[in-house]
C-alpha cells in the first residue's frame, strides 16, 4: 500500500489554512510523520490568559486527522470529545500533540489524542471517529 511521506503529511497540514492562521507549527517527528507545536500567546488566548479551548480542539482534530492521512486515508470527523486536564496559561511552555489511530477500519477510524509539554506534562486528551472519504493514494496492483 502506497502511504504519504512525511514530506505530503507536512504538505496536509498546511493546506488546513487555519493551522498557519493560528500559527501553530508543524514538526517533523523521527518516525517519518509530524505533529503540531504551538506556544500560546495572546492571539490564543480567552478573557482568562489561557489558551481557548477551540484551539486545543483544532490542535487535536487535526492531528487526528493527520494520523488517519498517514495510514493513506482521507477522513472528515464524524464526533469528538476532549477533556481539559490543565490550563495551557500564556506562559506555559511549548505543547505538542500525540495522536494514534485506535481502530483502523474500512468506512471509520477511530483515534485519541494528548496534548502534552516536552516534560510529558498532560494538557487534553481528545478522542474521535472519522468517517473514512477514500484515499490519498490509489493502491497499486
Known amino acids: 500500500m502506497h502511504r504519504p511521506t512525511q514530506e505530503q ?3 496536509f497540514f498546511h493546506a488546513n489554512t487555519v493551522i498557519d492562521f493560528m500559527e501553530i507549527d508543524v514538526v517533523p517527528t523521527p518516525d517519518g510523520e509530524a505533529r503540531l507545536e504551538l506556544c500560546a500567546d495572546s492571539r490564543h488566548a480567552n478573557l ?3 489558551a481557548h479551548g477551540g484551539v486545543l480542539t483544532t490542535m487535536a482534530d487535526t492531528a487526528m486527522g493527520a494520523k488517519c492521512l498517514a495510514l493513506n486515508k482521507r477522513v472528515v470527523t464524524i464526533s469528538l470529545t476532549i477533556e481539559f486536564m490543565h490550563a495551557v496559561m500564556t506562559n506555559t511552555p511549548r505543547i505538542m500533540t ?3 489511530v485506535l481502530h483502523d477500519g474500512r ?3 477511530v483515534c ?3 496534548i502534552v509539554d516536552a516534560k510529558g506534562k498532560l494538557y487534553a486528551k481528545a478522542n474521535a471517529t472519522f468517517f473514512v472519504t477514500g484515499k490519498l493514494f490509489d ?3
Do not use: L
Request: glycine share 0%; proline share 0%; aromatic share 6%.
Open 48 to 50: 482568562y490568559s489561557m
Open 98 to 100: 500525540d495522536a494514534k
Open 139 to 141: 493502491d497499486e496492483a
Open 9 to 11: 503529511i507536512i504538505e
Open 107 to 109: 468506512k471509520t477510524m
Open 112 to 114: 485519541e489524542c494528548r
